[in-house]
């Protein structure tokens, strides 16, 4: 039996988590089950746009085609450089962008100029309304959320309504629909 060793040349697809900033307390979030363990590491930084460019580039990874900023345990709009990032990897190096954000950041302006680069953004909406959102998504706001949203979307981004379903919002999942 052979062993197939890892090749850095057969990786299509980069999770990243750019920040370790986050604007909400989810309950559930590893930010939270675990703060009191890596609260040192939380807050205070991210990866800089100069290292992910040396880090993560078509020498290194020649099939990559997707960047995922997956917003595990970050809010990746809250990396200062966001934009730029987004315009470099998406028009100079050619891969496809998903970001991964609980829409309550930044501006409509922020989000009109996000979707002009024609992304993915899988909004976290785990309810129909600020009282359903914040019974998980502490702290977020539900009208930003909407106008985010919806100048991202008018300006030609790809939204994608991530709602995870819990006991108190499964009944708001027609609703959402």
């Known amino acids: 039996m052979t062993q197939e060793i890892w090749n850095k ?3 299509e697809w980069v999770d990243i988590e750019s920040t370790s900033f986050c604007n909400i307390d989810c309950p ?3 930010r939270q089950v675990k703060r009191k363990k890596v609260n040192h590491i939380l807050d205070k930084d991210f990866l800089s746009f100069s290292n992910l460019k040396k880090w993560i580039n078509k020498k290194h990874f020649p099939n990559l085609n997707l960047l995922n900023f997956c917003g595990s345990i970050d809010e990746p709009t809250l990396h200062p450089d966001m934009l730029d990032i987004v315009k470099y990897y998406n028009n100079d190096v050619g891969v496809n962008i998903n970001i991964s ?3 309550s950041t ?3 302006d922020f989000w009109w100029k996000l ?3 024609g992304i993915s953004v899988f909004f976290g909406i785990d309810g129909t309304d600020q009282e359903s959102l914040e019974k998980y998504r502490v702290g977020s706001n539900f009208k930003k959320i909407r106008q985010n949203c919806k100048a991202f979307i ?3 981004g790809r ?3 991530q709602f995870i379903v819990f ?3 499964e009944h708001l999942i027609e609703e959402a629909r």
Do not use: L
């Open 159 to 161: 939204a994608v309504w």
């Open 106 to 108: 930044k501006t409509p």
């Open 9 to 11: 040349e057969k990786v």
């Open 167 to 169: 006991e108190h919002n």
């Open 115 to 117: 979707g002009k680069e």
């Open 154 to 156: 008018d300006s030609g």
């Open 101 to 103: 954000s609980n829409g």
């Open 28 to 30: 559930g979030c590893y």
